[in-house]
């Protein structure tokens, strides 16, 4: 329970704060829309995210997945708001996009880093799928217009919870697809398996009847599947006979 960060002047005031994954990094954000990034383990300041005059960044968060080193944080571009991608292993920007067209007041993501959930002071919230930072889900005024004050992904369903001083919780079910489980790839992969093994066999059983090639008189048949097989009751000594010298 050691102090790791004592900055008495870090910031004019705070105004968001997050770990990384790892727990190397913490972002933090002040109310003049300034960022800085902080060495966790020592707790000494690593880098200030650039931003031009006239942005203020506001919320940030880091991604959860643990292959894609990113930091998203909403910033406030003069009269529009936009969400703003940096890469955390050199601190530059990647790019931006606007997600939820108007400021957001908290903003949550997904524990496995393929969702990215952000909130108005009006009640709107949106699901954003990470991969191609896209919306797949939309709640207009979800909090009857009432400021959302926390907003939290459920561990193991595509379900988010959201609170508001005035309205209280609401769970509400994404109309997202939903992901795979590892059982049902590996019941799927036997399932293919089993349906080629099956046309597998239909084909050779039919294959004299699908190419309709026509036999000579001294043509042999096409030999039954257990000729390739071989005949347990057979032994090589009986499949030949006896050779004069």
Not at 35 to 61: H, Q
Not at 81 to 100: A, H, P, Q
Not at 108 to 129: E, F, H, N, R
Not at 190 to 209: K, N, Q, R
Request: glycine fraction near 6%; charged fraction near 25%.
């Amino acid at each position: 329970m050691r102090i790791i960060v004592d900055e008495p002047k870090a910031h004019k005031s705070f105004n968001d704060m997050d770990f990384s994954l790892d727990s190397e990094f913490l972002a933090s954000t002040s109310s003049d829309g300034s960022a800085r990034i902080w060495n966790a383990t020592d707790g000494v300041p690593v880098n200030s995210l650039t931003r031009n005059s006239d942005e203020k960044i506001e919320l940030c968060r880091f991604s959860k997945d643990g292959t894609k080193p990113f930091l998203f944080c909403t910033v406030q571009k003069g009269n529009r708001s936009i969400t703003v991608v940096w890469d955390i292993s050199t601190w530059e920007r990647i790019g931006f996009k606007r997600l939820l067209k108007k400021p957001a007041c908290v903003m949550s993501i997904s524990l496995d880093g393929k969702c990215l959930a952000q909130a108005s002071k009006d009640g709107d919230v949106c699901v954003v799928t990470v991969k191609k930072m896209e919306v797949s889900h939309w709640s207009k005024r979800l909090h009857l217009g009432f400021p959302v004050t926390s907003l939290d992904f459920c561990p193991s369903e595509r379900v988010i919870l959201s609170t508001s001083n005035e309205w209280g919780a609401m769970i509400t079910k994404l109309n997202v697809p939903a992901d795979w489980k590892e059982w049902q790839i590996y019941l799927l992969l036997l399932g293919l398996f089993l349906a080629s093994a099956v046309l597998f066999y239909i084909f050779f059983e039919t294959s004299d009847l699908f190419w309709n090639f026509p036999l000579e008189k001294d043509q042999p048949t096409r030999p039954k599947l257990g000729s390739f097989l071989g005949d347990p009751q057979s032994d090589d000594k009986n499949m030949w006979g006896p050779v004069d010298m």
